[in-house]
């Protein structure tokens, strides 16, 4: 395993140099396939290294050279396989592959074709180092790395003024961040001496850090988690996100990046778990961000945007397991979350490519004989997110629940329901605007529409299995596969919170019940307003008219922060242009150039053209030097 | 030649105030006159003024080398006074006039 774990992230780098390079003249129309062999190479050898690393209680760490050496400041470029990251290898280069595939036909025709695909597999080989780095300084590389294909691949229409503001406002949120996390990763060198996962998680095992030091790394880093997982109140980002491709928001915004932030705080788990107020606090963070982007879903109109308000709600729900140490779960849930999300992402792709590019949900409705594949997959998504059985959403949502409330955190798990009702709710409330009722199109929009090609029914239907059997990996308890693989990374973190592994019992079938109902409630109520009473959320908008209108300005968030930080930003650069820019720097530019001028107006009457003055220049010259020299 | 020092008829320093006075004189044209003739003319009286010099010393050390430099000197002299006469003509015809207060475009 020693020997190709390296290949993994580096194939899609050759397939992004080669394509970026010859992409434009010689390549073209052809682009697809060099990512797509390269990323199916990556998911074999991550398949191959899953199967070498079961059970191996050490993680495997291939030292490739040594990056900086400066005092005692040694890190090397070094990569680590152990189950958490083969876990993510597997999910990341699995439905890249796919979301590649379903690219070839979504993007088909553009005329950034190459370029999209270059950038895609850049974001496959960052990814992928993010999550095989074997330090938190290649981690920083990683992570760096995929913000910033995040941000060329947001701003990808770039003639869009729109597509090139959500580019921006994506790369400064999470810049702030990152300021956060790149922090966090120097305060760990400084307390640790070393920034080894290895190293770290032992120093800190062992005991004896300072509590305060260990609670302030865990704080920074869960705040580069909170950038880059769009949590409140740095979620501001992700919905703008939605101005790039679709396929984009597939894999980058909704099945990969985004979770970095969960496999940040899950890779540190002996961290978060030595100071119990940080877990407090994710788990606070997490729990809010699940219901308050819940809620905004509600009202959106955008069928993308109700998606990515629904991703940023279940990465909250990743955090609020994270944050009663349910770390295996918030993985678990990180991966059906990748499936079935990355699922309606590409089946709204779907969607809005069969209708020549119409994302508002209001101008839908109807289609479900129209584009009958991508109803039927989309249903299996939505099945899923809403945590229906069997389907993947189900069980590992209700892993989540269970484990919040065998912490005994019964807010947490009281909010956690309320968001999965609505979370029901919404996602159903998309399905049946988009494809039941009267079609509400134009006619000619109408007469046009029509199903996907294969190359993108293909990679839907292998997500819809995975969408509804990827939840037989995590059964709760003793029954979870995916919690026993994971054992060895969590093992020493568990020990330290005193969480053991349970048996069912009769609580955890309530519980599971009550989330079924509590779903199948949510599922009901929007088939009643949206299919059965079509006059219902029209008359329910006007009557809760100030509350509806608070929500479907999302909570005026992005106006808040118009109105303090970047107003205070744009008039304080303003007055440091107008001040110190136009007046110091200008004024001694201009100053030097006025005092040269000066002088030159005073000396240049000595400049007469006339030879016969210079010469008595030179006389006098003279005399006084031989004056000088002969007398003194 | 011959004799020493001591039986010159005239003395080095009556030598040394003719030469002064010729290049005081000729300074003072040089400084003074408008006439670019005459300032050519006063520079060959300051070069004269030094071959004196040099003929007066060469004679009182008894040394030739300062008789050779006089040469040199008249030589250089012969050289300037054509290159300054070509460029008095060139300017007369360009400015038709040799009044040198009047040539002072170089004014800063």
Redesign the interface.
Known sequence: MESYIWLIPVLPLVAFLITLIFGKWWIKDSAHWLPILAMAGSFGLSLAAFIQIRGSAEPVVVELWRWFSVGSFQVPFSLQMDQLSSVMCLVVSGISLLIFIYSKGYMHGDTGYYRFFAYMSLFGFSMLLLVLAGNYLLLYLGWEAVGLCSYYLIGYFYHKPEAAAAGKKAFIVNRVGDFGFGLGVMLIFVTFGTLDYVGVFQQVGVGGIGEGALLAIALLLFMGAMGKSAQFPLHVWLPDAMEGPTPVSALIHAATMVTAGVYLVARSAVIFASVPTALLVVGIIGTFTAIFAAVIGICQKDIKKVLAYSTVSQLGYMFMALGVGAWAIAIFHLMTHAFFKALLFLGAGSVIHSLGGEQDMDKMGGLRKRIPATYYTLVAGALALSGIFPFAGFWSKDDILGSVWRDGQYLFWAVGLIAAFITAFYTFRMIFMTFFGKPRMDEETGEHIHESPWSMIVPLIVLALGALLAGFLGLPGKLGVLQSFLEPVFGSANHILGIHEHSLAATDYVLMVVSVIVAMLGIVLAWFMYVKRTDLPALAGRRLQPVYRVVYNKFYVDEFYAATVVRLTVDGSRWVWRNFDEKIIDGAVHGTAWLWQRAGQVA?????????NY??GM?IGLFVVVTVVVFL | MGGTPADMAIPVDWYLYLSAALFIVG?AG???RRNLFI?LFSLELMLNAVNINLVGFSRFHENLAGQNFVLFVMAIAAAEAAVGLAIATALFRNRQTLM??L??????
């Open positions: 240049r009457p000595v400049q007469s053209g006339r030879v016969q010469l008595l006389f | 300074a040089m400084l003074i300032v040198v207060d040539f002072d475009r170089m004014k800063g």
